[in-house]
């Protein structure tokens, strides 16, 4: 098991930048992606930002050029960098660990609202 906590979120006016942290403890091993999800009232969870296994990163169209993850690999941490927000960011982010032959993991999400 892969404990997450998420931190950083909160309210934004719009053109603004926020930056989220996820702390993974526990079971760090086989893992395949890392990375940040969200999701919005009535939304179904969509990816935000990802690592991949081998080290490259994959983004939502909707935040590229926006958005930069990065890592501590010695604090086994990630960040999510969000700047130039928009209302349309307002959601639920979830950190999440997807490890080989294990179900994925998740943070308890950490709430953005960006207003207009």
């Known amino acids: 098991q892969v404990r997450l906590v998420e931190s950083g979120g909160g309210l934004v006016q719009a053109g603004g930048s926020l930056r989220l942290s996820c702390a993974a403890s526990?079971?760090?091993?086989?893992?395949?992606?890392m990375g940040w999800y969200r999701q919005a009232p009535g939304k179904q969870r969509e990816l935000v930002a990802i690592f991949t296994s081998g080290g490259s990163t994959n983004y939502a169209d909707s935040v590229k050029g926006r958005f930069t993850i990065s890592r501590d690999d010695a604090k086994n941490t990630i960040y999510l960098q969000m700047n130039s927000l928009k209302p349309e960011d307002t959601a639920v982010y979830y950190c999440?660990?997807?490890?080989?032959?294990?179900?994925?993991?998740w943070g308890q999400g950490t709430q953005v609202t960006v207003s207009s």
């Open positions: 999440n660990v997807r490890r080989d032959g294990y179900s994925d993991n």
């Open positions: 526990g079971s760090i091993f086989s893992i395949i992606t």
